[in-house]
């Protein structure tokens, strides 16, 4: 993902598609693990107003936007053309964004190829923050590797869980989960 960087150390294109993103600079920043503090300057003085956070709203921890945004809840069809656009910008697309990962991602972190683990390691994320994305919607990947001694048998598992509720690859890619489940922002 292209923009998973400090606020302020993104290009102008990349800064005006987070704006659209129902997001702020603090939530985007700590979901995403960002130290911001060296950055070259803070998101106010690079000249960004950010959308004010409704009341009700709070950060979400696997996307780094508020809680009440589309993309928190909805597929690609969902979003207004304005988030669409800015998600392109950051270099999502529809088929990615909608949770078609390559074949043999959507299994735990374990049972992926010794490749595999260390491909997705080399791009920002580990075993922990991988199996994360599973651990949230309430399947446990140490249980299930405990549990369910066939690694046939845990893929289906799996694969059928993250169909059913939505659990792409690109949660575990897109921010360090592990650390950002903490309260709100």
């Avoid at 409704?54 to 928190?72: F, I, M």
Wanted: hydrophobic share 30%; charged share 25%; glycine share 8%.
């Amino acid at each position: 993902i292209d923009c998973l960087s400090c606020i302020a150390d993104l290009s102008e294109s990349k800064r005006k598609a987070l704006q659209e993103l129902d997001t702020d600079a603090e939530c985007w920043e700590q979901t995403h693990g960002l130290d911001c503090s060296s950055s070259s300057s803070s998101s106010s003085e690079a000249g960004l107003e950010f959308p004010r956070r409704p009341t009700d709203a709070k950060c979400d921890r696997a996307w780094g936007v508020w809680n009440t945004s589309k993309l928190v809840h909805g597929g690609w069809d969902d979003l207004p053309p304005r988030q669409q656009e800015a998600l392109k910008t950051c270099g999502w697309t529809k088929a990615y964004f909608d949770g078609n990962d390559p074949p043999g991602l959507n299994v735990c972190f374990a049972d992926l190829s010794e490749s595999t683990q260390q491909a997705v390691s080399v791009v920002g994320t580990d075993a922990h923050c991988w199996d994360q994305r599973f651990q949230v919607k309430g399947l446990n990947c140490t249980r299930l590797m405990q549990e369910e001694r066939s690694p046939e048998k845990r893929t289906k598992i799996c694969k059928e869980f993250a169909r059913k509720f939505q659990v792409p690859a690109k949660v575990a890619l897109s921010g360090r989960l592990g650390s950002l489940l903490g309260a709100p922002v």
